[in-house]
């Protein structure tokens, strides 16, 4: 199985700030990656596929770049809203695996 | 509008066995795979399981495979997930989840609200 590891496992930020993740595959997943909001007791978001597309309605704050085995998801200037964790997935084959997540909470 | 609404979660013995039920609305079921994914308490998610659009193809976590079973019926555009000998460690939140691609079985587009499965005597 590909094993996916989430960096860090949580941040504090403030409103504005620019908040970056990384992502790391033990193996190729050919871009075959997504990154998902979750907040508690709310379905997930998916708001990055294939490494670098945005969803559509997902605000452009969002972004997400990498390939092979090494991807970063990064909000530009964060709101209040985005206090949340993110998950980063591959879905190259079976079984899809999520990364640990990112808690990213208010300084 | 894409809804997925799970139904059929709650309190169950360790070894007894749950059905669950997700509706989905505002596309056309047959044309996606459709699938589980978990989150136990405190935990990340968990991909469970995944079937195809037509049915013909279904696929297991290791962790479930030979307990839980996946259908669909496509007449009522239902999503099931049978769980048999069920264990503490399968209590979770369990989400149905819409693929956003016919091909991509597992990029995860649209979630249900999800449904609390717990296991406990």
């Known amino acids: 199985d590909i094993q996916m590891t989430q960096s860090p496992s949580s941040l504090s930020a403030s409103v504005g700030d620019r908040v970056t993740i990384t992502c790391q595959a033990s193996?190729?997943?050919?871009?075959?990656l997504s990154w998902y909001q979750k907040k508690p007791g709310k379905a997930p978001k998916l708001l990055i596929y294939?490494?670098?597309n945005l969803e559509t309605g997902v605000p452009s704050r969002f972004s997400g770049s990498g390939s092979g085995t090494d991807f970063t998801f990064t909000i530009s200037s964060l709101q209040p809203e985005d206090f949340a964790t993110y998950f980063c997935?591959?879905?190259?084959?079976?079984?899809?695996?999520f990364g640990p997540g990112t808690t990213v909470d208010i300084k | 509008e894409v809804q997925l609404l799970e139904s059929g979660g709650g309190l169950v013995q360790p070894g007894g066995s749950l059905r669950l039920s997700c509706a989905a609305s505002g596309f056309t079921f047959s044309d996606y795979a459709v699938s589980w994914v978990r989150q136990a308490p405190g935990k990340g998610l968990e991909w469970v399981s995944t079937?195809?659009?037509?049915?013909?193809?279904?696929y297991y976590a290791d962790s479930v495979k030979g307990r839980f079973t996946i259908s669909r019926d496509t007449s009522k555009n239902m999503l099931y997930l049978q769980m048999n000998s069920l264990r503490a460690e399968d209590t979770a939140v369990y989400y149905c989840a819409k693929a956003k691609y016919f091909i991509t079985l597992t990029l995860f587009h649209y979630w249900g609200q999800g449904t609390l499965v717990t296991v406990s005597s």
């Open positions: 294939d490494a670098s």
């Open positions: 193996q190729d997943i050919n871009n075959y």
């Open positions: 997935q591959h879905y190259d084959n079976l079984p899809p695996l």
């Open positions: 079937i195809s659009g037509s049915g013909g193809n279904t």
